[in-house]
């Protein structure tokens, strides 16, 4: 993840914030039952170890626009809201694609899956419970993250477009994720405009542009300002998560947080792999795309294919036209200086992890 210039008492702030948000979870479900209980500790793991990046763009955002200091306490408060939002999608991403684990530790439907075993359930009923876990987990986490925003202490009209940009996230994010299983399962082929809207939808809006303008609302920051940086968080957002196909495909195991070529393994229906299709070199492509799942010599030949397709370059300069787009709009802009240079720093930061 792209690492934010920021002071030691912002990200103290932030934390501070977010525990606060846990423990209050964990004072309501430690009201209601063992099995309430087990769900708030596993909900506090799943939130635990992020690098924190999104709240740390809203205050970056806050603070490089000269937000006042008598909005600081709700600052913090809704910056955790964004980490809190991003937790639950993690969490709710983990039952759809039937993890278990997360950081080569249980995850929340990992923890219950054990818990049902635990209690003499078989390997249906273990996952049964898993995924209910999981997915409540996440819903206690989405509800917690509007909370956050709907209790601060804030002007209502600024309550009120906060909680409208957090709405935005939610739906945008989901709608996305369901493209993108859809796409999955679908056995025809998809269009190169589908797979670019869904990778945008599942990461650009509450990774970037919401964050981004969660802090610009706070600062007080003017419509002009506020569009801006909307659209430099889509761009941005949308380079991002096409530089992760990249390193999905081609990045080394440290780089991915997971086994190197993964997301060839799994045959995931990314960009790449729609401009693979185009290439006449597709057969080939796909020859060893299917053999992929059966061990590294055949992932290194699968990325070989798709490199003398022309596919990875191609997504490359598809990378670089994008930042170059979110550059264009930071100069067009009449973002202060000091906000202008965090923005373009982050161009460069997603720049910087092209494999």
Same mark, same amino acid.
């Given at each position: 993840?792209?690492?934010?210039?920021?002071?030691?008492?912002?990200?103290?702030?932030?934390?501070?914030?977010?525990?606060?948000?846990?423990?209050?979870?964990?004072? #309501?479900?430690?009201?209601?039952?063992?099995?309430?209980?087990?769900?708030?500790?596993?909900?506090?793991?799943?939130?635990?170890?992020?690098?924190?990046?999104?709240?740390?763009?809203?205050?970056?955002?806050?603070?490089?626009?000269?937000? @006042?200091?008598?909005?600081?306490?709700?600052?913090?408060?809704?910056?955790?809201?964004?980490?809190?939002?991003?937790?639950?999608?993690?969490?709710?991403?983990?039952?759809?694609?039937?993890?278990?684990?997360?950081?080569?530790?249980?995850?929340?439907?990992?923890?219950?899956?054990?818990?049902?075993?635990?209690?003499?359930?078989?390997?249906?009923?273990?996952?049964?419970?898993?995924?209910?876990?999981?997915?409540?987990?996440?819903?206690?986490?989405?509800?917690?993250?509007?909370?956050?925003?709907?209790?601060?202490?804030? @002007?209502?009209?600024?309550?009120?477009?906060?909680?409208? &940009?957090?709405?935005?996230?939610?739906?945008?994010?989901?709608?996305?994720?369901?493209?993108?299983?859809?796409?999955?399962?679908?056995?025809?082929?998809?269009?190169?405009?589908?797979?670019?809207?869904?990778?945008?939808?599942?990461?650009?809006?509450?990774?970037?542009?919401?964050?981004?303008?969660?802090?610009?609302?706070?600062?007080?920051?003017?419509?002009?300002?506020?569009?801006?940086?909307?659209?430099?968080?889509? #761009? &941005?957002?949308?380079?991002?998560?096409?530089?992760?196909?990249?390193?999905?495909?081609?990045?080394?195991?440290?780089?991915?947080?997971?086994?190197?070529?993964?997301?060839?393994?799994?045959?995931?229906?990314?960009?790449?792999?729609? &401009?693979?299709?185009?290439?006449?070199?597709?057969?080939?492509?796909?020859?060893?795309?299917?053999?992929?799942?059966?061990? @590294?010599?055949?992932? #290194?030949?699968?990325?070989?294919?798709?490199?003398?397709?022309?596919?990875?370059?191609?997504?490359?300069?598809?990378? #670089?036209?994008?930042?170059?787009?979110?550059?264009?709009?930071?100069?067009?802009?009449?973002?202060?200086?000091?906000?202008?240079?965090?923005?373009?720093?982050?161009?460069?930061?997603?720049?910087?992890?092209?494999?």
């Amino acid at each position: 993840m792209i690492a934010l210039a920021t002071t030691p008492a912002a990200r103290h702030d932030i934390d501070s914030a977010i525990e606060g948000a846990l423990a209050r979870l964990d004072r #309501r479900l430690g009201e209601l039952g063992d099995g309430a209980r087990a769900l708030a500790s596993a909900i506090r793991r799943a939130a635990e170890g992020g690098k924190r990046f999104r709240p740390l763009l809203v205050v970056s955002a806050f603070d490089t626009l000269g937000g @006042p200091d008598i909005a600081r306490p709700a600052l913090y408060q809704v910056a955790a809201a964004f980490e809190l939002l991003h937790t639950a999608f993690v969490v709710h991403d983990d039952v759809i694609d039937h993890d278990v684990e997360r950081r080569g530790m249980p995850n929340v439907g990992g923890e219950f899956r054990s818990r049902g075993t635990e209690r003499g359930a078989d390997a249906a009923g273990a996952a049964l419970l898993g995924d209910a876990a999981a997915i409540l987990a996440g819903d206690l986490l989405l509800h917690e993250a509007a909370r956050l925003v709907a209790m601060a202490e804030i @002007p209502a009209d600024v309550r009120r477009d906060l909680l409208l &940009l957090v709405e935005d996230a939610v739906l945008v994010s989901a709608a996305g994720e369901l493209a993108d299983v859809e796409n999955a399962v679908s056995a025809g082929d998809i269009d190169a405009d589908t797979i670019l809207r869904t990778t945008h939808d599942k990461t650009a809006v509450y990774s970037f542009s919401a964050p981004l303008e969660a802090g610009a609302v706070l600062a007080g920051a003017e419509a002009p300002v506020r569009h801006a940086l909307e659209r430099f968080g889509q #761009r &941005l957002g949308l380079a991002f998560q096409l530089v992760d196909d990249l390193i999905g495909a081609f990045g080394s195991a440290a780089t991915a947080g997971k086994d190197e070529g993964s997301d060839l393994r799994e045959a995931k229906k990314t960009h790449l792999i729609v &401009l693979a299709r185009e290439s006449e070199h597709w057969p080939e492509v796909s020859d060893a795309l299917a053999n992929a799942h059966t061990g @590294p010599v055949a992932i #290194r030949a699968a990325q070989s294919a798709l490199s003398a397709s022309g596919a990875r370059v191609r997504l490359e300069h598809l990378v #670089r036209d994008t930042l170059d787009e979110a550059r264009g709009i930071v100069a067009a802009s009449t973002l202060p200086e000091e906000c202008q240079g965090m923005l373009l720093d982050l161009v460069d930061a997603v720049q910087e992890r092209v494999p």
